[in-house]
């Protein structure tokens, strides 16, 4: 998809907020939700679904939208909170925290996927929505940046696994080094990779 095709997007009118997550399938780190904003007078070409973007593409993107958007914010679950509530509800916290952090209240509140967390928002679940809306696209974007960012600095701290590679999830290489290493405190204990080298 080129720039010019993703008008196709829905932008929405200005109180709409779109939320999306990343990091639910890894084996390492937390799960990201972000939640964007944006201004219908200043649309932003170029926003579809993160993982059909390259990496430089996101990043370009991630610096338009904090720049332009009305609002945003991005939050996260820790390692701990998935697994002590598992990834579903730990992505739902993720969710609510980032739009509790916007700086502006928003009037409808639409999420990528087929539910919605347990909130006080007006809220519709719109199944692959970031690449049918552009606030979803954009709220996408922002968390796959960030959760990336994040791993990259966990591969510094932990370069055995290859983090910066995979961003944690469990390709041949990361398995290969759990079985090496064992787990770091940022592997998530409850996914069975991870949980079979405790028992």
């Known amino acids: 998809m080129t720039p010019r095709q993703s008008v196709v997007l829905q932008v929405g009118p200005l109180g709409l907020c779109g939320v999306d997550e990343a990091g639910r399938g890894p084996l390492a780190g937390p799960v990201m939700a972000a939640a964007v904003m944006l201004d219908p007078a200043q649309p932003i070409d170029g926003l579809r679904d993160s993982k059909k973007l390259s990496a430089a593409a996101r990043e370009r993107l991630a610096d338009e939208i904090r720049l332009r958007a009305v609002a945003w914010c991005v939050a996260e679950a820790s390692v701990a909170e998935i697994d002590q509530l598992n990834i579903l509800q730990a992505t739902l916290l993720a969710m609510q925290r980032a739009v509790a952090g916007l700086s502006r209240a928003p009037d409808d509140v639409w999420v990528d996927g087929n539910r919605c967390p347990n909130w006080a928002w007006r809220s519709q679940a719109v ?36 983090f910066a590679r995979h961003m944690g999830y469990g390709t041949a290489l990361h398995l290969a080094a759990l079985k090496a290493h064992g787990a770091c405190p940022q592997h998530r204990r409850s996914f069975a990779p991870v949980k079979s080298l405790f028992q």
Do not use: F, N
Request: no cysteine; hydrophobic share 40%.
């Open 127 to 162: 199944v692959k929505g970031d690449d049918k809306v552009a606030a979803i696209a954009a709220a996408s974007i922002l968390a796959k940046t960030v959760r990336d960012q994040y791993m990259r600095r966990l591969h510094d701290e932990h370069p055995v696994y290859g």
